[in-house]
Every structure is written in C-alpha cells, then in structure tokens.
C-alpha cells in the first residue's frame, strides 16, 4: 500500500480543491491526443480529430476529459484504498477498452503539465513531486487487473 | 520527426527561454529531483539544496546544450555528437533511462531523458502558462524525444 505523508495529503486537496474538472480534464484530453496522435487510435467515433484546433473544439473529446478527471477525483478521495476503487475501472480498460497502460503514464505526465500552466509559480517542486507520484500510483492501480 | 512547423514552434519558444537559462536550467533539475529522486544518484558530489551553485552551474550547461540543439534542428545527431558520447561512455546514464519518448509501462523504471524533458516542460508551462499551448507543447515534447535518441546513439 502507497503511504501518504501528511503534507503530500495537503498538496493534493490544495491543488484540487481549485481545479476545474471540466476545464482541465477538457484540456489534459486534447492535448494527449494533440501531443501523442496515436492515442486517437481509442475515439474512432469521436468525429474530427484531425487538427489540434478541431480537437480542442471537439465536444465529445471535452465531455470525456470531464469524465476522466472526475474519476480521477475518485481516486483521490481514497487514496488509502486505489486498486479496489479502480478495480473494475481496471478490468474495464483491459477486457473491454484495450488500452495500453502506458497511456495511463502519458495522459498523467500530460494533467500535470496542464497544473503547471493553470497554477504557474503556486505549482512548486514539491506540488509537482506529490502529483507525479499520484499519477504514477493511479496509472498504477488502473493496469492492476490487467492480464 | 520534427516538421518544419515544431522547428519553427521550438525556436520560438527558446527565444522566451534565452535569458533566463540559469533559471530554466536551476528549475528543471531541482523538480526532477524532487519528483524523481533515483536521478540525484548521478550527483553525488553536488550539492543539491535549492539555489545551490552547482545546481544552477549544471542547469545552466543542459540549457545551453538544449540551445546548441534548437539551433541545429537539422542535423541534431552532429550537434550533440560530443554529448552523446559523454554520456554513453564517461557519465554513463543508465541506458535504461534514456529511451526517447517515454517509460515502457507502469512497473518499470521512468527514462530518466523522459525526466528531464517532463520537468523542463512543467517549467515551461509555470513561465508561460496558456501560452504553453497544445502545438507548442506537441513541438518541444517531439524536440526533446529526438534529443534523447541522439544521447543514447552510442550507447551499444
């Protein structure tokens, strides 16, 4: 199980506490599909992706990075408990999305340089640190059922 | 890899950086260490508290690397020749941590070049904010990957 300092708890509830889910999740989305194309491989009904104009006014691409980042909120309330919160979550991607779990790893890397844009110099060091390793346990969890 | 559009975007984006390289540099390897401690294991001998001198004499270096490179987009395996021989046979970067583009799953050690370019984009992005913008963001994360293909040329 992933401890979590006191102070690590405090970075993350501070920093999310004033994100924007739809906003963010809208943007982290888009740029995982502007930034790495081959993503795009998994919204083959989501109409135009075929520029980052197109994807960033994309509603369903805005709709699903709501979706996304609001599950990633999930997470969040239960840190102590990951891998059941996203047990089916996992099993989801697997069985029936087929995703890489490298994308977990990429779509993560993206939400933090999308934090570090919106919360500038109040992204510190150390924010960035805890939120890394967030990510890095939530990609975690969500490859936990694979197989 | 890169078109001429990213070049033009990258080039654009070092314009913002140039004059502030020591900054850059001194911030993008303080959060690597942060978020990633496994890559202070290269810098035993530095002094590695904030503001220290050799962290912003290194930081300022890499930048000034990366600058060489953006300067010669064109023919970048040329350009970080010395470099990537540098770190292929004296620094000696643990390969593994060196592939262009990223890690290869979620147990698996981070590619520390994958490091290095996440934590100069989060400085990036805090400087720049929505100027960072999706093309931008697309172009420097392209730069960085093939920089770290030409650094681990020699490797094997």
Redesign the interface.
Known sequence: MVHWSAEEKQLISSVWGKVNVEECGAEAL??LL??YPWTQRFFDNFGNLSS?TA??GNPKVRAHGKKVLTSFGDAIKNLDNLKATYSKLSELHCDKLHVD??N???LG?IL???L??????D?T??C??TW??LV?VV??AL?HKYH | MLTAEDKKLVQQVWEKVSGHQEDVGA?TL??MF???PQTKTYFPHFDLHHGSDQIRGHGKKVVAALGNAVKNLDNLSQALSELSNLHAYNLRVDPVNFKAG??????KPRFSSQLLS??L???L??????D?T??I??AV?KFMSAVAAVLAEKYR
Do not use: M, N, T, W
């Open positions: 888009a740029r502007i930034v980052p994807i960033i779990p490298e977990f790893r990429l890397d933090i340089i999308v570090a844009a919106h919360f500038g110099k992204f060091p150390s960035q640190a890394q390793k890095g990609a975690h490859a | 911030e303080e959060r942060a978020a990633y990223g890690g290869q799953g979620i147990a996440q934590c984009q989060v400085v992005a805090v400087h720049l904010g929505k960072y999706p093309e963001h697309s994360d």
